[in-house]
């Protein structure tokens, strides 16, 4: 795997490239640029990672109780570059680094994201958590019954923290 990034973009068109591109709306150039580096890893035999939140519609309903609130920035619905990366790129292999970091207590034990991405997409899911551990071990439980791909802890995570105990012991 080789994690490429592109999370929290919030702007687009800013340089003489972006511009420079005849169709230069947010989910072009995004899909454009990810794909420029999906291709480039899929050549190699390597699984290019990257963050989910630009490519979830933050105006669905089944999301509105996540974290995610990027998708949808002023200039435009960026969660349209993943169809475009998929049909029009021909990306073939595409993990998705699916963070939630306030989630996790019941009732909101569910992550549709990881479902979306999983089973609407096809795509590989690997959970992001952070530092709580409620949140850890409900993601972790779900990810797990769904078939996801791996859990990963980012530098977010405060590391002197127990990550994985729901109960601190």
């Known amino acids: 795997y080789a994690h490429i990034g592109h999370d929290e973009v919030q702007s687009f068109n800013h340089c003489a490239a972006c511009r420079a591109w005849p169709d230069h709306r947010p989910e072009v150039v995004f899909a454009h640029s990810v794909a420029k580096f999906a291709k480039y890893f899929e050549k190699k035999g390597i699984v290019p990672m990257l963050w989910g939140d630009l490519l979830i519609d933050s105006k669905d309903p089944r999301f509105e109780n996540t974290s ?58 690997f959970g992001v958590p952070h530092n709580r551990e409620i949140n850890n071990y409900a993601f972790s439980k779900y990810l797990l019954e769904l078939g996801g791909d791996g859990m990963v ?3 977010w995570a405060a590391l002197n923290r127990p990550m994985l105990n729901p109960t601190n012991e």
Do not use: C, R
């Open 153 to 155: 802890v980012s530098t």
């Open 68 to 125: 995610y609130k990027h998708g949808n920035i002023a200039q435009g619905p960026v969660y349209l570059a993943l169809d475009l990366l998929q049909k029009k790129h021909g990306v073939k292999q595409l993990a998705v680094m699916d963070w939630h970091y306030k989630e996790g207590k019941p009732p909101k034990d569910k992550f549709p994201s990881a479902d979306y991405f999983k089973t609407e997409k096809g795509l590989q899911v």
